[in-house]
């Protein structure tokens, strides 16, 4: 038998959420984050994301009523990815007093955007050769309990696979394919 | 930096096929096959399918005009699942008298079929607890070169990752995410 990686979860109900201030989008809507994109990579090259999700429920952080993102974010140039993802997530969703051991586990899938355009490929396309984003999304081994504190103008959702799997329509086509993605885990799921 | 693992791809141009005797599908249609599934649960439990790929062409078999499948079929009860993928895969695939060393790798994707009907899903739905058939996709690591001798009712297509994506129409929900799932790799092309 090929074993495949064994993932805890925890029930919702071990975890504490709080709020903390605001963190602003930068861009207001899609053209401005297109166009502010296109300004950072002439200033720094490729643009490198990296995300976080543990399962069944995935963490997504909310904005306004309907779009939603996984928790992670821009690196810095030259930065390390895991610890760009641990400095993220803590922005993200820590207190500032109370800083969560992330533990950044398996790459789960790469998205590649070959042009300052919203469309983005699970692979280079062919003839590719200066694509302008890669994100990451890293599988985030949570403790038996934590406490998050989310930022006031972002609501925290736990989203179950069976939520995201075929809704695109919703979730995008990054967001919704976590569960194809998540599949060759074993998740244990801990009653506490 | 978390590193990706790493696949050795080759030209296609490295690999010689041929043809063999038919392989006669056992069912005329999906109404048939789910019946023939139903008869065989009842026989032995839940079935295990396996399944092969690579990288940046999925080889996949066509059956008549339109439908598409993974090499590989249905374990034997008890045995091992490597095993039997290889024996699915020689049985397809290999000739005769030249059975090739399959270096079955990572194990990519695991869809689950709660009922008998066509949908299945990337995991286990809630409240299901006799799945009917659990599917599992491997990649299979190539040599530089190999023989493929595939029977005469089918045809082998090396179809690249960019065909797949997003075409869940002409490649149904399990084929056309392999791009998702293969995101991971960092595909080494290697010209020969």
Redesign the interface.
């Known amino acids: ?2 074993t ?1 990686p064994v993932v805890n979860t925890y029930p919702l109900s071990s975890y504490t959420f709080g709020t903390k201030e605001p963190k602003m989008e930068k861009d207001t809507s899609v053209a401005d984050r297109l166009a502010r994109m296109k300004v950072n990579y002439m200033k720094e090259g490729m643009r490198t994301s990296v995300q976080e999700h543990n399962h ?1 429920h995935i963490l997504l952080l909310q904005i306004g009523n309907t779009f939603c993102k996984l928790p992670g974010g821009r690196l810095k140039p030259g930065e ?3 610890e760009g993802l641990k400095r993220k997530l803590s922005s993200k969703l820590a207190a500032n007093s109370l800083q969560p051991n992330w533990q ?1 586990g ?6 590649w955007r070959p042009n300052f355009e919203t469309i983005m ?3 280079c ?2 003839h590719i050769t200066k694509p302008k984003e890669c994100k990451k999304l ?1 599988l985030v081994h949570l403790s038996e309990r934590e406490y998050f504190a989310v930022p006031k103008n972002l609501k925290l959702l736990a989203v ?3 939520e995201l ?2 809704n695109v329509q919703r979730y995008g ?1 990054v967001i919704s ?1 976590i ?6 885990f074993q998740f244990n799921m801990v009653s506490t």
């Open positions: 038998m090929v495949s069944p390390n990815e895991v950044i398996e790459c789960v899938a790469v998205w490929y699970p692979y396309p062919p890293f179950p696979l069976f799997y075929d086509p394919t569960p194809q993605q998540l599949s060759r």
